[in-house]
T-cell receptor, first 117, second 108 residues
């Protein structure tokens, strides 16, 4: 159990276009999902917390108008990178938390590698 | 925010050797997880261990919450153990803060 999927796994786009990344919890309902970014040879940095049915909470320094997050259901959160530029090229990873009492364990998707030309 | 330090940053082992990876954190936590990031970037959950000791095959982990550290033990290492090992902690909310990782290379 506790499987999280992401789509697409890899995307290449032209500068100025928008890209949508989907994160799904396949076998549990996720009241909270998280979006991370990882640059080459670096650690994961939290971008935002996505709560079902409410606005996302962004970390300091993350532009909310550039990285649009929607968590419309208990199994799906989307991250849209708007007007992407080469500096947005990175590895984007989502995670999900079941929200039940007890363990706070998070489960991670396989990631999406974004390359902006 | 909470600080997470992992050591060593790099580790090279001969196949069959044992190793210990350390994670120090700066505050009380209610979540601590160890991950292995494979070459394709996938984070594999190894342990959810905010306190106590757990074992899974050749891997085991111990968290001493009162002293704010956790250890990951890898015994009889194999080349497939190569990759980056991350420790991540959470305090209060569900958010996780990651350490910078330990890059493990197991050579035949």
């Amino acid at each position: 159990g506790a499987v999280v999927s992401q789509h697409p796994s890899r995307v290449i786009c032209k500068s100025g276009t928008s890209v949508k990344i989907e994160c799904r919890s396949l076998d549990f309902q996720a009241t909270t999902m998280f979006w991370y970014r990882q640059f080459p040879k670096q650690s994961l940095m939290l971008m935002a917390t996505s709560n079902e049915g409410s606005k996302a909470t962004y970390e300091q320094g993350v532009e909310k108008d550039k990285f649009l997050i929607n968590h419309a259901s208990l199994t799906l959160s989307t991250l849209t990178v708007t007007s992407a530029h080469p500096e947005d090229s990175s590895f984007y990873i989502c995670s999900a938390h079941a929200g039940t009492s007890g363990a706070n364990e998070q489960f991670f998707g396989p990631g999406t590698r974004l390359t902006v030309l | 925010g909470i600080q997470v330090e992992q050591s060593p940053p790099d580790l090279i082992l001969q196949e069959g050797a044992n190793s210990t990876l350390r994670c120090n954190f700066s505050d009380s936590v209610n979540n601590l997880q160890w991950f292995h990031q494979n070459p394709w970037g996938q984070l594999i959950n190894l342990f959810y261990i905010p306190s106590g000791t757990k074992q899974n095959g050749r891997l085991s982990a111990t968290t001493v919450a009162t002293e704010r550290y956790s250890l990951l033990y890898i015994s009889s290492s194999q080349t497939t153990d190569s990759g980056v090992y991350f420790c991540a902690v959470g305090a209060g909310s569900y958010q996780l803060t990651f350490g910078k990782g330990t890059k493990l290379s197991v050579i035949p």
